[in-house]
């Protein structure tokens, strides 16, 4: 990863199914568009979808786009995670995010399929990572790791990123930023850490989009000032609010940030294509 360039990041959730063209040909655009690196998210709200690594390793031979697949420590044990790093670099891959992984929701939790594992969290499984190369490993992984800047303690939260980079992390993805006290912990991140990070965007598309945010995904607030602009819009004008409150905050946050990291609703790249314009 250049640490010298401005770095298009964009996030695309995998499918839920064995389906992967729509997710190849959403890459395809972004790559035509500039962007740097597509990264993969690992099966988002704890509910199953397409392996993170398996696709990203795909996209990284048909689309030729690096890729940054994520790897939460909520489903695999020291095993699994050491045998997926294995294959993953032998494939190419030089880049991971680490994260703890969501929650399973009550549906999920009333039901004996689904088994957290938890045998790491993110910084012990970083050291872990370490401990393979020479061995198992060639070469290292660049491991990057999730900050939230919409903390209520954010001091905590960056104590946190600060115990990541001694063990071994090389950068951040921020939370989606709605807010200047995000932009202010963004800058204070990226004063205080002395690795690279990427300001988190997330263009709503709906005023049910921004509730859904607000109700069922941990780490996101949406301002009821933003929540409120898009009440009884169409669709036309919800896509144009999306743009231009995504391009307010990529324009507020570079001055603090390496890169600008933008998650791709619904797999509506038109939208992240007028963004990055």
Same mark, same amino acid.
């Given at each position: 990863? &250049?640490?010298?360039? *401005?770095?298009?990041? $964009?996030?695309?959730?995998?499918?839920?199914?064995?389906?992967?063209?729509?997710?190849?040909?959403?890459?395809?655009?972004?790559?035509?568009?500039?962007?740097?690196?597509?990264? $993969?998210?690992?099966?988002?709200?704890?509910?199953?979808?397409? &392996?993170?690594?398996? #696709?990203?390793? +795909? $996209? +990284?031979?048909?689309?030729?786009?690096?890729?940054?697949?994520?790897?939460?420590?909520?489903?695999?044990?020291?095993?699994?995670? !050491?045998?997926?790093?294995?294959?993953?670099?032998?494939?190419?891959?030089?880049?991971?995010? %680490?994260?703890?992984? &969501?929650?399973?929701?009550?549906? /999920?939790?009333?039901?004996?399929?689904? !088994?957290?594992?938890?045998?790491?969290?993110?910084?012990?499984?970083?050291?872990?990572?370490?401990?393979? @190369?020479?061995? =198992? #490993?060639?070469?290292?992984?660049? %491991?990057?790791?999730?900050?939230?800047?919409?903390?209520?303690?954010?001091?905590?939260?960056?104590?946190?990123? =600060? &115990?990541?980079?001694? @063990?071994?992390?090389?950068?951040?993805?921020? /939370?989606?930023?709605?807010?200047?006290?995000?932009?202010?912990?963004?800058?204070?991140?990226?004063?205080?850490?002395?690795?690279?990070?990427?300001?988190?965007?997330?263009? %709503?598309?709906?005023?049910?989009?921004?509730?859904?945010?607000?109700?069922? $995904?941990?780490? %996101?607030?949406?301002? !009821?000032?933003?929540?409120?602009? *898009?009440?009884?819009?169409?669709?036309?004008?919800?896509? /144009?609010?999306?743009?231009?409150?995504?391009?307010?905050?990529?324009?507020?946050?570079?001055?603090?940030?390496?890169?600008?990291?933008?998650?791709?609703?619904?797999? +509506?790249?038109?939208?992240?294509?007028?963004?990055? =314009?």
């Amino acid at each position: 990863m &250049d640490n010298k360039k *401005y770095l298009k990041i $964009v996030e695309l959730d995998p499918p839920v199914s064995a389906d992967a063209e729509r997710f190849l040909a959403a890459a395809r655009e972004l790559k035509d568009a500039g962007v740097d690196m597509v990264t $993969v998210s690992d099966s988002p709200s704890a509910r199953p979808r397409m &392996d993170s690594c398996l #696709l990203a390793c +795909r $996209v +990284r031979r048909e689309v030729s786009i690096e890729t940054l697949p994520h790897l939460t420590c909520r489903d695999r044990n020291s095993i699994a995670m !050491k045998a997926l790093l294995m294959g993953i670099y032998s494939e190419g891959i030089r880049n991971i995010l %680490i994260v703890t992984g &969501d929650p399973f929701g009550e549906e /999920q939790r009333q039901t004996t399929y689904y !088994k957290s594992v938890f045998e790491h969290n993110s910084r012990t499984m970083t050291r872990g990572v370490y401990r393979l @190369v020479g061995n =198992e #490993l060639p070469g290292a992984f660049n %491991i990057f790791g999730a900050l939230n800047v919409n903390a209520r303690n954010f001091s905590h939260e960056l104590s946190k990123a =600060e &115990d990541k980079v001694r @063990v071994g992390m090389c950068g951040f993805l921020t /939370q989606p930023i709605f807010s200047e006290k995000a932009i202010a912990n963004l800058e204070k991140a990226k004063a205080e850490l002395g690795v690279p990070v990427y300001g988190g965007i997330m263009p %709503i598309v709906s005023e049910k989009n921004a509730i859904f945010m607000n109700e069922n $995904v941990p780490g %996101i607030t949406v301002p !009821k000032s933003i929540v409120e602009k *898009y009440h009884e819009k169409s669709k036309e004008e919800c896509a /144009q609010l999306a743009v231009e409150i995504s391009r307010r905050t990529a324009d507020a946050i570079r001055p603090h940030s390496d890169g600008i990291y933008v998650v791709t609703p619904f797999y +509506r790249t038109e939208i992240v294509k007028k963004i990055l =314009e």
